[in-house]
């Protein structure tokens, strides 16, 4: 038996399916469950905050140590935990990290939770976005849209399409609602705010891209972003 817990009011050491002291009859904490509970709740906090430089190097730490610690074993610790696969994945997504990287993180979680149908769907947006290629209707597009009918209030596969039809296709109108899904789903999504607002500002809508570059300035922690923000609000109130 490897002994991960210890009594706190004895010290004895115990097992992890004991759950209570058989020396002093105390209930037993797991120590490891604890700190992957603090290492989340850090995760999550400074993800819920806006803070993505933060929760990225939180989180990217947090597996690193827990690999080494598990001798690369992934179906131990936090890869083991679905909660911390799926919020590592948003952060991953929302801090554009490779697609590559994306991707093999999400197969991997897929493999050790075949069951998860959230997990399953991000692998699905993860693989549509490496698809997605200039001109209708390709394999990416047709994919986030199945996506979408599915599960109507993914933000994140939301703005995946509606970014790529503004940036790529020049389909203002349809990129709208796509990204209007993304921001209400997705509140701290800085990109998504940005992305909406530069829509809005290109089909004359100055009062709604004027609300989200606000949004932005407040969002943003870097500061030199934070006054580009600032200054394509001054540009679009001198339209008004």
């Known amino acids: 038996m490897s002994f991960d817990m210890i009594c706190s009011n004895c010290g004895a050491p115990s097992g992890p399916s004991v759950g209570i002291c058989p020396y002093c009859k105390t209930v037993v904490q797991d120590t490891k469950s604890g700190a992957s509970s603090a290492t989340m709740t850090s995760i999550r906090n400074a993800y819920n905050?806006?803070?993505?430089?933060?929760?990225?190097?939180i989180a990217t730490a947090a597996e690193r140590q827990d690999l080494e610690k598990h001798?690369?074993?992934e179906q131990a610790g936090l890869h083991a935990n679905p909660n911390?696969?799926?919020?590592?994945?948003k952060i991953l997504f929302e801090a554009e990290a490779p697609s590559s990287r994306l991707k093999a993180f999400l197969t991997r979680a897929a493999m050790l939770h075949p069951e998860n149908a959230t997990i399953n769907e991000w692998l699905e947006l993860a693989l549509a976005k490496s698809?997605?290629?200039r001109g209708r209707e390709d394999v990416g597009e047709t994919t986030l849209k199945n996506i979408l009918r599915r599960s109507p209030q993914n933000g994140h596969a939301a703005f995946c399409l509606g970014s790529h039809l503004y940036w790529e296709e020049k389909a203002n109108a349809e990129a709208i609602p796509y990204l209007e899904v993304a921001v209400r789903e997705c509140p701290g999504f800085l990109r998504a705010h940005a992305c909406l607002a530069g829509v809005y500002a290109a089909v004359g809508a100055i009062p709604q891209a004027k609300a989200l570059l606000r949004k932005c300035a407040t969002l943003e922690k870097n500061q030199s972003m934070k006054a580009f923000f600032k200054a394509e609000y001054d540009k679009l109130s001198k339209l008004t």
């Open 71 to 73: 001798d690369g074993n």
């Open 49 to 57: 905050e806006g803070n993505l430089v933060k929760a990225l190097e």
């Open 131 to 133: 698809q997605l290629q």
């Open 84 to 89: 911390f696969v799926i919020l590592y994945a």
